[in-house]
Every structure is written in structure tokens, then in C-alpha cells.
């Protein structure tokens, strides 16, 4: 049977529902999909392929998905290190948006935060900024798979005067991404403070309408818990909840102030948890409690946040990171072991935007999104655990080889679909104008 590839890396790390980590197997892929998992001597008994890749020291696993950020802010990253939350938002972030962040921008900054992604082992990211046609299309020039944000926010921007408009253009990027099978939609009204009632209400209908999730910042901070308690008497958690935007289809990120109501009214709706551990830290907004989460049944998966709060979009250091944050804050060091870190950075992540049916492990039938990783190096060695070295001893540099549909993006640390020197070129760019107002 002819196929397009088959590849015989050391270790196959399914993330399938027995977490199977096979050797001396080899995966099938045809058509963009996952055609076989088989011990390599059948495959090749079976298979004439295309394409063959062999990875004799790589551990092949599903692609990364990064389940929040903002992928344009990779040109302000290290404009403002150092403040809390709301003082860089509203002092820093906000005026820098308010004069630069254009489509130019927009495009330029998801080109260049796609670009880091690949060579992180990112392979889908769920995203939230302004003008977020120009981010689908670097997406889709690039070969990524993303979630694009149609983006709500109660005061006008350089996109739009208000509600309406940012909903008309929403729905309409919606609209001009049915052609595009790597491209999806999601509403992203940006958090409980900036969008009011009536909206919410608007992209409740809508969403249940189109079938696409919703993705807010939700108890972000505590500043944001008080405020809201002191300005309508309930935590926004409840607000949300009472006017119906909690379901299987709402993705609430950060969440570093739950009590054990909120959480058991996490667990009943079904609601997904998008924990972004290294933002959290950096901006000292708390603690997710994410073992308390699995514990009960919620779906946590992980996002880096954007690249101005982290500083990177690496997820396989905010496994690491999440991994080790949860340990000290249960006080219990079993909790979240690298098996679960692994799920909520692939598996997890996809579920949350209603992709698990296509991504997220490796399985027959599902897309060919995966990624190499070399745990021949001295770094890496020795290896009793290769899930185990994934979560705490591998770096992104370590990422060999990225595919999404079966389309290598990255070879050998070398990407096909970007230019390295020409970002670069235009982050400078970018790095002149900003640093000169700023």
C-alpha cells in the first residue's frame, strides 16, 4: 500500500487514553491523517512509503497545544517586566496597543510568535487579540493550526467603535474560515471587568448558534475578585454563571481565585480550566489550584499566555512549570505527575476547543499533528522515563521536527514555511519604532 510517510522514531508517546509509550514501532501517515501505529518490522512489510523518516534518539508525540495566548504581543515582549497586572495592563500594555497595534502589527507579531511555536513543538494555539484576520492569516500562510479569537471588549480600539462592529467583523472572519480545515473561531470576550451584560448575552446566543466555545479571562487576580464583589456583590464566577456562559463550551483562563464553590460549580457545568502557570508567576497574580481542579473532574489544559507576560511561548517549559507550581501548592508531591502534565499540554488543550476528536494524541484516524523530540543528548541522559525527561529535564531546543496534517513545518530545527532572517529583520523593526515612545 502506498502512503506519503512513515516514521520510525524510538519511542511513540500516544497520550491515548492508556497513555501507551511504545518502541520499535513506526507511524503511518497518508493524506494528513494517521493511518497506522504497528511494530516497525509489519509496517514495513505492509507500507511503501513516500517518504521515509528515521529518528533513532527522538521521542514522536502528539503536537503542543498552547490553549491561550496572544500571539500578536510577541513584539512587546520586555516592554514592561516587573508590575503587576493591572499596573502593566492600564499604565504600559494598553497605550502601547492603543498607538501601535494595527494589522501590520498583528500580522508581523503572529508571524513571529507562529515561528517560535514550531520550534517549541507547538502545533494549535487558541488566540485573543485585535484585527484577528491578519493573525489567521499568518496562521494560515504558516501552516499552523489555530483557534482564532473573534475578540469582545466594551470600549472601542484601532479595530472597531464598539460591540456591534467587533461582532460584524467577527462573525464575518468566521465566515471566511469555513474554507480553512486548520483554522477554527471562538468568541473572546477578553474578561468579566471590560465586557458588560448586554454583550455577554450577544455572544452567548451567537455561540450557541455557530457551535464554537467561548474563551474569557476569568479570576485573573484577586484585585479582580474584590472589585467586581464590591461593585455588583457577586464574584464574577457567579455573574457569568447566572447570565448562562457556563457550559462544556467556556473556556475561563488563569482562575487563581477559586473556593471550593466555584470550583464545584466548575465541575457541574462542565467549564474548561486554561492554566498559564508562568504568566501567573511573573505577574504575580496567584495560584491556580489545579490539583483541587482534576481532582474534580475538570479539564485542565495549559496556555502560555501572551509573550509580553511570560516571557516566551514555550510550552514545554509550562509543563514543567505547572507541574512543579501544583506539587508545592497541594503539598503533596505525587500531584500532577508528568503523565497528567502531558495530557493537559496536548490532549487537554484540544478537548477544551473541541479538537479531541482530531488532535491531541496519536491515534489512527486523528491528524497528523506531532513532534520530534531528541532525548539522545547529553542533557537527556540517562533515560529511565521519557514522558518523565518531556515534563522536567527536556528543552525547547530539543524539539526536532514538527508536523501538523502531516506537513513537516520544522526539519531538523529548520522551518519550511517561515523565514528566520526575515523576522528577526522586522522584530527590529518593530523594536526601533516601539522603544522610541515608550
Known amino acids: 500500500m502506498e502512503i506519503d510517510l512513515l516514521i520510525t522514531p524510538e519511542w511513540i508517546i500516544t497520550v491515548d487514553s492508556g497513555n501507551q509509550v511504545l518502541r520499535h514501532h513506526t507511524i503511518a501517515v497518508d493524506d494528513s491523517r494517521i493511518v497506522g501505529i504497528m511494530p516497525t518490522s509489519e509496517a514495513e512489510k505492509r507500507y511503501i512509503p513516500r517518504q521515509i523518516v528515521a529518528l533513532p534518539q527522538q521521542a514522536l508525540l502528539p503536537g503542543l497545544v498552547n490553549a491561550h495566548t496572544h500571539v500578536a504581543m510577541s513584539l512587546l515582549k520586555g516592554l514592561a517586566d516587573d508590575l503587576p497586572l493591572m499596573d502593566w495592563l492600564q499604565h504600559h500594555i494598553w497605550p502601547a496597543e492603543a498607538r501601535w497595534a494595527d494589522a501590520e502589527?498583528?500580522?508581523?507579531?503572529?508571524?513571529?510568535?507562529?515561528?517560535?511555536?514550531?520550534?517549541?513543538?507547538?502545533?494549535?494555539?487558541?488566540?485573543?487579540?485585535?484585527?484577528?484576520?491578519?493573525?489567521?492569516?499568518?496562521?494560515?500562510?504558516?501552516?499552523?493550526?489555530?483557534?482564532?479569537?473573534?475578540?469582545?471588549?466594551?470600549?472601542?480600539?484601532r479595530w472597531g467603535s464598539g460591540v456591534e462592529e467587533y461582532l460584524q467583523k467577527g462573525l464575518a472572519l468566521h465566515d471566511q474560515l469555513q474554507e480553512k480545515p486548520l483554522l477554527t473561531t471562538a468568541f473572546a470576550p477578553h474578561a468579566p471587568y471590560t465586557v458588560s451584560d448586554e454583550p455577554l448575552h450577544k455572544v452567548l446566543h451567537l455561540a450557541c448558534e455557530l457551535d464554537v466555545p467561548i474563551h474569557m479571562h476569568v479570576h485573573e487576580t484577586a484585585f479582580e475578585v474584590q472589585q467586581a464583589q464590591a461593585q455588583t456583590g457577586l464574584r464574577p464566577l457567579t455573574r457569568l454563571e447566572q447570565l448562562g456562559l457556563l457550559d462544556k463550551h467556556f473556556l475561563a483562563v488563569h482562575m487563581t481565585q477559586l473556593n471550593d464553590e466555584d470550583i464545584a460549580l466548575l465541575a457541574t457545568k462542565g467549564v474548561h480550566v486554561i492554566h498559564c502557570p508562568e504568566s501567573n508567576l511573573k505577574l504575580a497574580s496567584g495560584f491556580c489550584p489545579v490539583a483541587k481542579l482534576t481532582a474534580a473532574g475538570i479539564n485542565v489544559a495549559l496556555g502560555t499566555d501572551g509573550n509580553a507576560s511570560n516571557n516566551d511561548l514555550d510550552m514545554l517549559?509550562?509543563?514543567?512549570?505547572?507541574?512543579?507550581?501544583?506539587?508545592?501548592?497541594?503539598?503533596?508531591?505525587?500531584?500532577?505527575?508528568?503523565?497528567?502534565?502531558?495530557?493537559?499540554?496536548?490532549?487537554?488543550?484540544?478537548?477544551?476547543?473541541?479538537?479531541?476528536?482530531?488532535?491531541?494524541?496519536?491515534?489512527?484516524?486523528?491528524s497528523a499533528d506531532m513532534i520530534a523530540v531528541d532525548l539522545g543528548t547529553l542533557e537527556s541522559s540517562p533515560l529511565y522515563d521519557p514522558v518523565s525527561h518531556l515534563v522536567y529535564c527536556t528543552s525547547r531546543e530539543q524539539v526536532t521536527h514538527t508536523w501538523v496534517a502531516g506537513k513537516a513545518l520544522m526539519i531538523n530545527r529548520q522551518l519550511t514555511t517561515l523565514d528566520s532572517a526575515t523576522l528577526i529583520a522586522k522584530a527590529h523593526c518593530w523594536q526601533q519604532k516601539i522603544g522610541e515612545t515608550s
Do not use: H, W
Not at 484585527?131 to 496562521?139: D, G, L, M, R, V
Not at 507541574?323 to 496536548?346: G, H, Y
Open 105 to 157: 502589527f498583528v500580522y508581523n507579531g503572529a508571524q513571529l510568535a507562529i515561528a517560535e511555536m514550531i520550534r517549541s513543538g507547538t502545533t494549535c494555539f487558541n488566540d485573543m487579540y485585535f484585527f484577528p484576520e491578519a493573525a489567521a492569516q499568518a496562521a494560515d500562510e504558516s501552516g499552523i493550526r489555530a483557534c482564532i479569537g473573534m475578540i469582545i471588549i466594551d470600549f472601542p480600539t
Open 317 to 366: 517549559g509550562e509543563m514543567r512549570t505547572a507541574a512543579l507550581i501544583a506539587k508545592a501548592v497541594a503539598q503533596d508531591a505525587s500531584a500532577i505527575p508528568a503523565t497528567q502534565a502531558l495530557r493537559m499540554a496536548t490532549i487537554n488543550g484540544a478537548k477544551a476547543l473541541g479538537l479531541d476528536a482530531k488532535i491531541g494524541s496519536l491515534e489512527v484516524g486523528k
